[in-house]
């Protein structure tokens, strides 16, 4: 045994103001310089899983509904980590004197002061579960995708924080009575992934699936963006690796060489979930690989890994990520069957992925002498009885019970407040138009506005920009194609720029140093441009009785209903950037529809 380890477990903490600490002594808090500096490092890498999940989760989703999720995980950790630094890290490890086996009580609002000795250690530690904490939300915002209503969701990912903390006090609390009995859980495939998935799966369940998600079976839906979806993937798995090694809570004594055990047994469990993705989605699809196939196994098998990261040997690592990719492979077309439609799989690859995590500890684990993460005790298979697998399966179910039952009572709760389900012609628009005002182009936007109208009103959609759209480009491509159209009554341009190559002789304006410096015959086609937008807005120009809207025949005094689907493609090239001409042009739609259902209950979009 670590002489290091048994004669100075607190050396870190050893200090003449120990006694006046403010915070009560925590085995969390037990690390010294080198430790915080490796439970801080963990902490920043771990927040990073937020870009990964918010890539993996918008290129799931359609393009509609890109920018949506990507706001629910800035709202996930603004708003979770605000609760969970007001009360919850007191519920997850106060040891305050109203503390029990079921909830912490005590060290709400952590902010020791200047002079503390545990200042440090408190800080890192808040830190490093605050980073779980937020992970644990952002897994549920996937499953309810494309079609929950944001302003409910920023409450749910308020309140959220219960969810997740009160099960982590029961596996990782001094209190806990999972704790008490001896559960095993090294870096959260239980109070993380399985409260997680458990919440994901029960947010599915009561938000219904997407509209018409079911319509011709149970194959998934397109996805909007299968290289952002990979590229959150790597993101996760390089975060993988400091949620993981980064739980040894520090590298003195004996935990430098289990944190380098649990980086390498976490890479080798990807190996297995990776290598059995590639083989099913190959012979499922007959020679054709899957990009979501393969995501949710390498996913899964992380997730198995987690909370045994550093208990395995390396071919029982392999196993277990395999048998995890495995477990999500196979359960998420079982919940699409029971309508349980999850755009992102967490339901599948946390939740189920999870349980099988906490149940491998209890086949698998070694004793990892000279710590004391199992108390002494040892696997199934490893000739350590039947209680640590007792303890691991009790675990699994009290997790998956209290993340289901909690989640259903706080989505019930919130929509008494407001409804948490998208309005249908909401979800056929897309969240990011109806929810941010983010207008996508090529995503159905139009078609959507035509197939509704009859049903409700606004003149905010049209005067929204398309989102990705440079309207100042907009604004000089639209007026030489109004300069085109007046051809028959005006000269095109009065300078020779695009045929003679020599500098415009008319006066233009420019603001730009660079571009004002003399001899530099590089700017020309700048100098082009500026000469020709003068003339193009010269006064004479503007004087004459010339319409600015140029309608085709067949579309000019049309409802925008009655248009046909080639029609709307002319209009929507048009009037791509002039969001006046569309207002001028369907101004008398929009009262007509105002007098036709004044007396209807009908919501407008903004």
């Given at each position: 045994m670590d002489s290091n380890w048994t004669m100075y477990p607190r050396i870190g903490l050893r200090s003449p103001n120990l006694t006046n600490t403010t915070v009560n002594l925590q085995e969390s808090f037990e690390i010294d310089l080198e430790d915080t500096n490796w439970i801080l490092t963990s902490s920043f890498i771990i927040f990073t899983m937020q870009t990964g999940f918010g890539m993996l989760e918008s290129g799931c989703v359609s393009i509609k509904n890109e920018a949506n999720i990507m706001m629910k995980n800035l709202a996930d950790i603004s708003l979770g980590g605000l609760t969970y630094w007001i009360f919850g890290y007191g519920m997850s490890f106060g040891e305050g004197t109203y503390s029990n086996p079921f909830i912490g009580v005590g060290d709400f609002l952590p902010d020791p002061p200047v002079g503390d000795a545990l200042m440090g250690p408190v800080f890192a530690s808040f830190l490093f579960q605050?980073?779980?904490?937020?992970?644990?939300?952002?897994?549920?915002?996937?499953?309810?995708?494309?079609?929950?209503?944001?302003?409910?969701?920023?409450?749910?990912?308020?309140?959220?924080?219960?969810?997740?903390?009160?099960?982590?006090g029961w596996v990782w609390g001094s209190h806990g009575f999972l704790n008490k009995l001896g559960a095993v859980d090294i870096a959260g495939s239980g109070p993380v992934h399985l409260i997680g998935g458990a919440s994901a799966f029960a947010s599915a369940l009561m938000l219904g699936p997407r509209l018409g998600r079911y319509a011709h079976g149970i194959a998934p839906l397109p996805m909007g963006n299968p290289v952002n979806a990979v590229m959150g993937t790597f993101v996760l798995w390089w975060g993988w690796l400091a949620f993981n090694s980064g739980s040894t809570y520090g590298v003195s004594g004996a935990k430098w060489q289990y944190a380098a055990r649990a980086a390498v047994m976490t890479m080798m469990g990807s190996f297995g979930g990776g290598c059995f993705g590639l083989l099913f989605t190959l012979i499922k699809n007959k020679g054709k690989a899957e990009v979501m196939e393969l995501i949710n196994s390498v996913l899964g098998s992380l997730v198995s890994i987690t909370a045994g990261c550093f208990l395995y040997r390396a071919w029982e690592s392999l196993l277990i990520g395999f048998i995890g990719a495995a477990i999500a492979s196979g359960t998420s077309p079982l919940f699409d069957m029971m309508g349980v439609d999850d755009p992102v799989g967490a339901s599948a690859v946390h939740g189920a992925c999870g349980l099988w995590g906490v149940i491998a500890v209890g086949l698998f684990a070694d004793n990892p002498i000279p710590m004391e993460t199992t108390n002494g005790r040892s696997g199934l298979f490893k000739g350590g009885g039947w209680y640590l697998l007792g303890v691991q399966t009790l675990t699994g179910v009290c997790l998956m019970?209290?993340?289901?039952?909690?989640?259903?009572?706080?989505?019930?709760?919130?929509?008494?407040?407001?409804?948490?389900?998208?309005?249908?012609?909401?979800?056929?628009?897309?969240a990011d138009i109806t929810e941010h005002r983010i207008r996508h182009g090529q995503v159905g936007i139009s078609r959507a506005v035509s197939a509704l109208r009859p049903y409700h009103r606004s003149n905010s959609i049209e005067r929204m920009p398309t989102v990705g759209m440079n309207t100042g480009h907009g604004y000089i491509v639209d007026k030489l194609n109004e300069a085109k159209k007046k051809k028959a009554i005006y000269p095109m341009f009065t300078n020779k720029a695009f045929i003679n190559d020599h500098e415009p002789s008319t006066t233009y304006s420019n603001q730009g140093f660079l571009h004002k410096r003399p001899g530099n015959t590089d700017n020309n086609p700048h100098k082009t441009l500026d000469s020709m937008v003068h003339d193009i807005n010269d006064a004479t120009l503007k004087n004459k009785e010339v319409s600015n809207v140029m309608i085709p025949e067949g579309i000019k005094g049309k409802r925008y209903k009655d248009l046909s689907a080639k029609q709307l493609e002319e209009l929507g090239r048009i009037s791509a950037n002039q969001d006046r001409f569309r207002y001028r042009f369907h101004e008398d739609d929009y009262k007509r529809d105002v007098e036709r259902a004044t007396s209807s209950n009908i919501r407008w979009l903004d």
């Open positions: 605050l980073s779980f904490a937020t992970t644990a939300t952002t897994i549920v915002s996937g499953a309810m995708a494309e079609r929950c209503n944001f302003k409910a969701y920023c409450l749910f990912s308020l309140l959220n924080t219960v969810v997740y903390c009160v099960p982590a019970t209290w993340g289901i039952l909690v989640t259903i009572s706080l989505l019930w709760f919130i929509d008494k407040i407001m409804p948490i389900r998208m309005d249908p012609y909401t979800e056929l628009m897309g």
